[in-house]
């Protein structure tokens, strides 16, 4: 029982990671923007929490170090994108590589530095239940401030008149415009948060999750999330639910492993992959629940004044 409720624990911090960014790209989408560079930019934002860890010692400046890179580069992307109209898949694809370059340069100092030992975290009374409670009650707080955010993302969404005017934005440009709203605007800050969030994911992984910094130590999770954001039809509490699954998936090569399991560590490796795609081809069988879903100008430059 209580390998099952540490492998629940550590799904939540897994799953952590990819709900961060998933909410951050599903507000980029719902603005009608995609960004592919996800994995980009949590990949920079990772090596600039983690060595403002070393320097600071600080988690939470961290956090905000990564926060801020990942605004920085969603903001160039953004600019490309909105203001100059290049291409959005190909601009995300190019921050997605260049996140990966520069990052690896950047981080060639750091990859024997070690970060402070992290504090103990437990919500008194719950964290001294037995079974349950060392391992899902003693976890980093943004795990479950994470849930927070879910719950205050889904109230701006639907209950807001920002968030209906991003919903907006994403379904028709151009009449969201004939009204006044300044689309551009609107999008830029969309894609900087989407960028922040996706920094956040990516400085936790760093200081937190794995604290330790290897290049490309993000592996993937980046377009994890982006497709995450199709899997869930663009709601935030089924973000929330998919991450954790997709946590738990790659958890489980892990616990598989413990207990004796005998399968080759390449194939369990694969499962998070894998699950993805499986996920993404038996959505894809039913495109016209996709775009019943979808914002409608998703993926489409918008031209004032045309």
């Known amino acids: 029982m209580e390998s099952y409720a540490l492998l629940l624990g550590s799904t939540l911090s897994a799953g952590t990671v990819l709900a961060l960014a998933a909410m951050g790209l599903l507000i980029n989408e719902k603005s009608g923007i995609v960004n592919l560079g996800a994995e980009g930019m949590m990949l920079c934002a990772a090596i600039a929490g983690f060595a403002t860890v070393v320097h600071t010692g600080s988690t939470w400046i961290g956090f905000a170090a990564g926060m801020a890179t990942g605004a920085i580069l969603a903001g160039l992307f953004g600019v490309l994108v909105i203001w100059l109209n290049t291409n959005q898949y190909a601009t995300g694809l190019a921050l997605a590589l260049f996140g990966t370059g520069f990052s690896a340069f950047i981080g060639l100092n750091y990859v024997q530095a070690r970060l402070p030992e992290l504090p103990k975290y437990a919500i008194p009374g719950l964290a001294d239940l037995p079974v349950f409670g060392p391992a899902l009650f003693t ?17 701006f969404l639907y209950r807001t008149r920002a968030g209906l005017v991003l919903r907006a934005v994403g379904e028709s440009p151009s009449s969201a415009h004939a009204l006044g709203y300044p689309v551009r605007r609107i999008r830029l800050m969309a894609v ?13 992984v760093s200081t937190v999750y794995t604290p330790l910094w290897v290049e490309g130590m993000v592996s993937g999770r980046g377009w994890i999330a982006l497709a995450l954001t199709t899997f869930a039809t663009w709601r935030p509490a089924r973000i929330l639910l ?23 560590s390449q194939v369990l490796s694969m499962l998070p992959y894998l699950a993805t795609i499986v996920v993404l081809v038996l959505i894809s069988r039913n495109p016209t629940w996709i775009r019943a879903n979808m914002p409608a100008s998703l993926g489409k430059p918008f031209y004032p004044g045309s």
């Not at 976890?139 to 109230?155: D, E, F, Q, R, S």
């Not at 998919?242 to 080759?264: D, E, K, R, S």
């Open 139 to 155: 976890l980093h707080p943004l795990v479950y401030l994470t849930v927070v955010i879910a719950g205050v993302m889904i109230w």
């Open 192 to 204: 900087m948060f989407g960028g922040a969030m996706c920094g956040l994911a990516g400085a936790y």
């Open 242 to 264: 998919g991450a954790y699954l997709f946590g738990g998936v790659t958890m489980l090569q892990f616990h598989l492993q413990a207990t004796g399991v005998q399968v080759p």
